[in-house]
């Protein structure tokens, strides 16, 4: 199955002048990128729980309540529903709140807000009422947490009309990913993968980023497409490496945008590649990887070789962390997967 | 039950020494039963110390020490006029509905006084965020009742500009506009907008079933710690459909207040005056930034919760037959005759009035067109999704193609 390798996008900027580039983690980068926000916006507000003093639980707040104040970068009550419902209210007012959900698992005391209002208040008031708020949401495994802090509920979100979500997979894309979502006037809910949050990449902050809800390709292959986001796509560019060094070259996308999707780039590798494997740490069932299925099986059927497979979490509530380890897509599961669609 | 039995608790402080100087309160006589604490919480229907009343049921104007308002004849006469329009194009609303033209309404009946007079106090740089039942509210900021009608008549879901007008949109998930509130007048405070007579503030609608939800508590607690100028205006009418007063709560609304540290004031929700007045100082209150505060305006839904429900099936008759001796309207009709020479002409110019507006509501209604099913696509997103975009091609495309037939059947293909 020896393959030539192709063009390689690395994920750092190119042409960057060395005095804007730093390498950075994707906490530090998310720091940056909300710094930036509020230093360029003064109706850009930081609101959430433990996010001025102690700089969030894991940091990506850091420093700024002291920068910009408390009026800027709000301690909040204990109430998510309070943080999303007061958010709706400020953007009601013109402000453009950036709301940050400690853990993924405590998203769902706001739901009701974000479904509610915040996905639809645009739609109902035919575009009168701008909704530009943007839901930071630290998700998935892999840091050996306790029940409720390791969840990837992105595809509840997808779901719901108004909305948009996106999610990060490296420091570069977290910083100018966060930037863009402020600056939209819709919802976005950012999904921010929490074991990624200390690896590190040089980010240029004056280079030109690629759009917001726009899919990437990473890596360039001809034996079979990997579509990915978040925190399984630093894994399944390790797969496509170790399947490089066998002479399989992979092609690997970071969808980037849960919705809208951005299928272009897959169905156009799809055509090249006849296969198509998913992988993600959400339950499979009515996921983003099912509605990718659903759509390549409908603009792709005469391309494929293999049907779609996925490398997913199961359905099931999240285990308990000793078992993680099976739950999480890993680098052996993807390429598993990978055999078994060169197989057919 | 007289209003007497409902006293606070006797605190431990109060009661003699009995040489116990630890531990719970001993139970004493004082402690009310679970009946009487349930009858407390519709006591002060009767008046009582804690019920702001300037206008009796039988119209007689009487004083309170904190809540005067000082009103000229004319300045009345609008109340009323506002009170018997806004029940008028209720009405209409309602038998609109049992016609077949809407597919549901929302009766405001028997809290015209409630509404108005908080509409009232309210000036054009505050912001109001309604339930679903303030069609007086709406009244007074200025919309024209028409517009009320796309939601019930399903062509939109709110065709007014809330930033405009100043009057959200109707929220109908119970209590989720107690926080967007609590977050407008947060940006009111950061805008700089509180401090003096000229400060803004915002004032929320919700009723007593909307008290037990989460979010009306969380509005609370952020309108408290964020010194918001934020009026919570609870409208207890005693029922949530069919869910009376005592399933909501075991303290009088108004109380609830104390717990969040800002005022809490019982006002007779039939008495237009006395909910104007109570309506205006709080917002004054707001203004200068002494907010939040909670009022509880004690009213009665007289009609059913919406055209859906059957109130005869969980409430009597002989409640029903009480509160229609308290009507908001007839109230301060009695009191223009008595006090102000208020003749039969004004009330049959009212009444002129209030049918016109009746039947330009229900013509207008009508003749309200369908709407385009491009509607179903538009404004979803600021910045369109192209999923969204091809989904409206493709059903518009499809819908074209049915247009297309009776051309074709006209060209005598069979």
């Not at chain 2, 004493?28 to 804690?50: C, F």
């Not at chain 2, 964020?226 to 009026?231: E, G, H, K, S, T």
């Not at chain 2, 999923?387 to 819908?399: C, S």
Request: glycine share 8%.
């Amino acid at each position: 199955m020896a393959a030539p390798a192709m063009e390689r996008t690395d994920v750092t900027n190119g042409s960057a002048r060395p005095d804007a580039t730093r390498t950075v983690t994707m906490a530090k980068s998310l720091n940056m990128g909300l710094r930036s926000a509020l230093e360029q916006d003064p109706k850009v507000l930081v609101m959430g729980e433990d996010v001025g003093k102690l700089g969030g639980v894991f940091r990506v707040t850091d420093g700024l309540q002291k920068d910009f104040g408390e009026h800027r970068v709000l301690d909040t009550p204990l109430a998510e529903s309070g943080i999303i419902g007061t958010a709706v209210g400020l953007a009601i007012r013109g402000y453009r709140p950036v709301c940050e959900i400690q853990f993924d698992g405590f998203i769902f005391p706001g739901y009701d807000q974000i479904v509610s209002q915040l996905a639809k208040l645009h739609f109902r008031s035919q575009g009168k009422v701008k909704m530009p708020v943007v839901v930071r949401v630290p998700f998935g495994g892999g840091i050996g947490a306790v029940e409720h802090h390791s969840e990837s509920p992105e595809s509840l979100f997808a779901h719901i009309g108004g909305l948009k979500v996106v999610s990060c997979s490296n420091p570069v894309d977290a910083y100018w990913m966060l930037r863009q979502a402020i600056e939209c006037d819709d919802p976005v809910l950012f999904f921010e993968p929490k074991r990624r949050y200390y690896e590190k990449a040089e980010l240029n902050t004056e280079a030109q980023p690629p759009p917001l809800f726009a899919s990437r390709v990473l890596r360039r292959g001809t034996a079979a497409t990997i579509a990915t986001y978040g925190p399984t796509v630093p894994t399944c560019l390790a797969a496509a490496n170790a399947a490089a060094e066998e002479g399989t070259e992979l092609e690997v996308i970071d969808l980037r945008s849960l919705s809208p999707l951005d299928l272009g780039p897959v169905f156009e590798s799809v055509r090249r590649t006849g296969r198509l494997v998913l992988a993600s740490e959400a339950p499979p069932e009515s996921s983003i990887t099912s509605e990718i299925t659903a759509r390549v099986q409908q603009e792709c059927f005469y391309s494929l070789e293999a049907p779609v497979l996925r490398v997913t979490g199961f359905d099931v509530p999240y285990p308990p962390t000793k078992l993680e380890k099976h739950f999480l897509p890993d680098l052996d599961r993807v390429l598993d997967a990978v055999d078994r669609s060169l197989a057919f | 039950m007289s209003p007497e039995h409902w006293t606070r608790p006797a605190h431990p402080a109060d009661e003699p020494d009995n040489g116990v100087t630890s531990g719970p309160p001993a139970a004493t006589a004082a402690k009310p039963t679970r009946e009487q604490v349930i009858a407390g919480l519709r006591a002060t229907s009767e008046g009582g110390a804690d019920l702001v009343q300037l206008l009796t049921p039988e119209g007689e104007r009487v004083t309170h020490p904190d809540f005067d308002i000082d009103l000229t004849a004319a300045q009345l006469r609008d109340l009323y006029r506002d009170m018997v329009l806004v029940r008028r194009f209720d009405r209409e609303g309602n038998a609109l509905q049992r016609q077949g033209q809407l597919g549901i309404w929302v009766p405001l009946l028997g809290q015209e006084a409630a509404q108005i007079g908080a509409g009232r106090a309210l000036r054009s740089g505050d912001m109001a965020f309604p339930s679903y039942r303030e069609h007086g509210v709406a009244w007074c900021r200025g919309l024209d009742p028409t517009e009320l009608l796309g939601i019930f008549r399903g062509t939109d879901h709110g065709s007014w500009d809330p930033l405009s007008t100043g009057f959200h949109l109707y929220t109908i998930v119970i209590g989720n506009q107690a926080l967007n509130a609590a977050g407008y007048a947060m940006g009111q405070k950061f805008d700089g907008k509180v401090g003096d007579d000229d400060g803004e503030a915002t004032m929320v609608f919700f009723g007593d079933g909307a008290t037990s939800q989460g979010d009306v508590h969380e509005a609370m607690v952020w309108g408290s710690v964020y010194d918001a100028p934020l009026v919570l205006f609870c409208q207890n009418n005693q029922w949530a459909i069919s869910e009376p007063l005592e399933r909501q709560t075991r303290v009088p609304l108004y109380q609830r207040a104390a717990g969040y540290g800002f005022p809490g004031i019982r006002v007779d929700g039939n008495d237009v005056l006395a909910s104007l007045a109570v309506s205006k100082w709080a917002l004054d209150e707001c203004r200068h930034g002494n907010g939040p505060v909670l009022i509880e305006a004690f009213t009665y839904r007289m009609d059913a919760h919406t055209t859906t429900d059957d109130p005869t099936r969980y409430r009597l008759s002989d409640e029903l037959e009480a509160w229609k001796l308290k009507d908001p309207i007839e109230r301060l009709r009695v009191h223009l005759v008595r006090e102000h020479d208020a003749d039969q002409a004004f009330f049959d110019e009212v009444q002129a009035e209030s049918d016109e507006l009746a039947a330009r509501f229900r013509e207008f209604c009508f003749s309200m067109p369908e709407p385009d099913p491009g509607r179903i696509f538009s404004e979803v997103y600021a910045d369109p999704s192209p999923a969204v975009t091809a989904q409206r091609d493709e059903l518009l495309g499809y819908l074209d193609g049915f247009a297309e037939q009776p051309a074709a059947a006209q060209g005598g293909v069979h």
